[in-house]
């Protein structure tokens, strides 16, 4: 019997701050090896949802699973599991891409031989190799979007979470990004990612599901909701679903 990548029964989330939850007995499995995307306007709740799946935030009830192994209950284990590639960048600007690497690297507990050969293969992926001793409070938000993926991806992780990974780019940075995502889903990495960006979801996306005030309205094959739902793309299918049109940021 497989088990499902993300396995998240009966959850429950809100802010102290608002009322009433921001999910409510929310179901959902994502299988190994998919990529998975999670979509709906600002506001929806998808990064809320993505934040309690890596254990950022925790449920009033429900449980969380990645890969079978409860994450509020073994914290420890289940952060090897993942990456997060955040929308906000996470890595610090004074450093380099090098010096950001080894640091990172060291955090997540990589030998030191290990981080070298990882960091050397990764700038060189993302195009950073020419750069790697400069800092990068000197880069170009793209090349910014690239080390914030490399950090996610250092320690290969077998679930890897996208929040917003293009936002901002350039179409070349777009492409180079979206590329090696596919690479990595080929290599048996899980896809977790969510965009403003619908042309970019139907390009990397086989799975997806369509979140509203907190709800998921519909998930399943992208390209077998498309087919029920006699729409040709991802826009058209949720203006059909709710009754809005689709806003980016």
Sequence with gaps: MSVSAISIRNLSFSYQQQQGNCFSN???????????????????????????????LQPQSGTIELLGIPVLKHRGSVNHLFGLVPQEFSFYQELSPLENLEFFGAWYGLRRNEIKERATMLLKILSLDLVKNKQVQQFSGGMKRRMNLAIGVFHKPQILFLDEPTVGVDVETR???????????NMGTTLIYTSHQLSEAEELCDRAALIDAGKIIVHGSLSALLLQHKEAQLEGLYLKLTGKKYEGL
């Design 26 to 56: 929310l179901n959902l499995e994502i299988g190994e090896g998919e990529r998975f995307g999670l979509f709906g306007p600002n506001g929806a709740g998808k990064t809320t949802l993505m934040n309690c799946m890596t254990g950022l």
């Design 175 to 185: 492409q180079a990004i979206i590329s090696y995502l596919k690479e990595l889903n």
